[in-house]
């Protein structure tokens, strides 16, 4: 028996491999200028890209040193769900109890002596005991609202991208595939626009 199980478990595995899709990634490639001029005006593509980041940290520190009043709202929100949850949880664990200590869900007849009734079913409610909800975590909410509201995409990369072919260098991008690449080509497509990202990671 155990050696069929176990060949069960392989041709299960080898299944979910073969279900699994191809996982692609962007590669972008920079190819200077041949010039002196172009490469000097490379430099100030450097620049500029150095003081956008560093605006962009900045707001985005700004925005952090302000979320607390978003952060407790959203905490607050949350705590107000796990009550709501942990109600429904202790009155299914009191009817699972119940259950357990009657022995409900099993068949017996509805005119069974000394039970009303309206105790008797015939379907099995409870045969799992109920799941308790997980309380909030603040830190993980902190996390989830910097995320959402302050890590935004400042657009650095794609003004140096554009500044980069305007001193004659060349920015190439090809979506590769990465994992999973049974009868996939090296190289994919190149995406129309630089920061498409449909169907890579």
């Not at 490379?42 to 890209?49: K, S």
């Not at 664990?93 to 009303?116: I, V």
């Not at 909030?136 to 980069?164: K, L, T």
């Amino acid at each position: 028996m155990a050696p069929i199980l176990g060949l069960l478990a392989l041709v299960a595995a080898v299944a979910l491999a073969g279900c699994a899709g191809p996982r692609y990634a962007t590669e972008v490639r920079y190819l200077p200028p041949t010039s002196q001029a172009g490469l000097s005006c490379l430099q100030g593509c450097q620049t500029d890209m150095q003081a956008c980041q560093a605006d962009c940290q900045s707001r985005r520190q700004s925005c952090i040193a302000g979320i607390e009043p978003r952060v407790d709202a959203a905490f607050g929100q949350a705590l107000h769900q796990y009550e709501a949850e942990r109600r429904v949880y202790m009155r299914e664990r009191q009817y699972y109890q119940l259950d357990r200590a009657m022995q409900f869900g099993l068949y017996r007849d509805p005119f069974y002596y000394g039970y009303p009734a309206s105790f008797w079913y015939t379907d099995r409610f409870y045969d799992d005991p109920p799941v308790p909800p997980r309380a909030p975590s603040r830190d993980e909410i902190r996390a989830a609202v910097i995320d959402r509201e302050c890590n935004v995409d400042c657009g650095c990369q794609g003004a140096f991208d554009q500044c980069y072919i305007g001193c004659g260098g060349q920015v190439e991008r090809r979506v590769i595939c990465v994992e999973n690449c049974d009868g996939e080509a090296p190289t994919s497509r190149i995406p129309n626009n630089p920061t498409q990202r449909d169907g890579t990671e």
